[in-house]
């Protein structure tokens, strides 16, 4: 590809400057990305925490799009298994407990 002229070089970087053309950044692997978050034990923008309702407590939605196999977030709680879930939702009034997929396995979070 040749190289543009001066003029279209100027007019290129106005309009990088003012956001209409945006720079291509460089994507970082997904485990790259995760590690970054992770060490600076900072949340990724993009995210929002909405309060439901009385029975289902807090929830944390995503405000932007993410592409397939991005990181997303890192979760810090005990994961146990859905029966052992069930077994304390079962023995508990509070609904404590979230259930996700992780790499295709059905998987169980607490913040008891």
Do not use: H
Request: charged letters at 35%.
């Amino acid at each position: 590809m040749a190289n543009l002229s001066y003029g279209k070089r100027m007019l290129k970087a106005g309009l990088e400057s003012q956001g209409i053309l945006q720079k291509k950044v460089k994507r970082l692997k997904p485990e790259e990305d995760a590690k970054w978050w992770c060490q600076a034990g900072l949340d990724k923008d993009g995210f929002k925490v909405k309060y439901i309702s009385d029975y289902k407590g807090f929830g944390v939605f995503a405000e932007k799009d993410f592409r397939a196999g991005d990181f997303l977030l890192e979760y810090v709680g005990e994961i146990i298994t859905e029966e052992e879930a069930f077994e304390r939702q079962r023995k508990c009034d509070e609904n404590n407990f979230f259930f996700y997929k992780n790499k295709g396995k059905s998987m169980c979070g607490t913040y008891m």
